[in-house]
């Protein structure tokens, strides 16, 4: 959480942001703990990276994975983050 981020795609796992901020573009001086981890993916995968180690316990949980219950309070349709686990292939 609040981290620099400047021009980074994260359209990939981040869209439909409050006040139709930008994600193909994404700037920010504070970004939100899954903000933050997808800038940390593409800015990774940019510079050529061919492995993530990912730590599971100082991840943003609802940016790794979308659990029945989130399902149920937020239609996919509106919910502004696509998790990693359905971006990620073994």
């Known amino acids: 959480d609040g981290r620099f981020v400047a ?3 994260i359209s990939p796992f ?3 942001l409050p ?3 930008d994600t193909a573009s994404f700037s920010t001086t504070d970004a939100s703990g899954s903000t933050s981890q997808a800038a ?3 800015e990774a995968l940019e510079v ?3 492995a993530l180690f990912i730590d599971e316990d100082t ?3 609802n940016f790794m994975v979308r659990d029945a219950p989130m399902v149920e309070l937020v239609a996919p349709e ?3 983050i696509t998790p990693f686990i359905r971006r990620v292939k073994p």
Do not use: H
Request: charged letters at 25%; a positive charge.
């Open 14 to 16: 981040i869209n439909n």
């Open 40 to 42: 940390n993916i593409v």
């Open 59 to 61: 991840c943003a949980t």
């Open 7 to 9: 021009c980074a795609d």
């Open 48 to 50: 050529g990276a061919k």
């Open 78 to 80: 509106r919910e502004p």
């Open 19 to 21: 006040f139709s901020r």
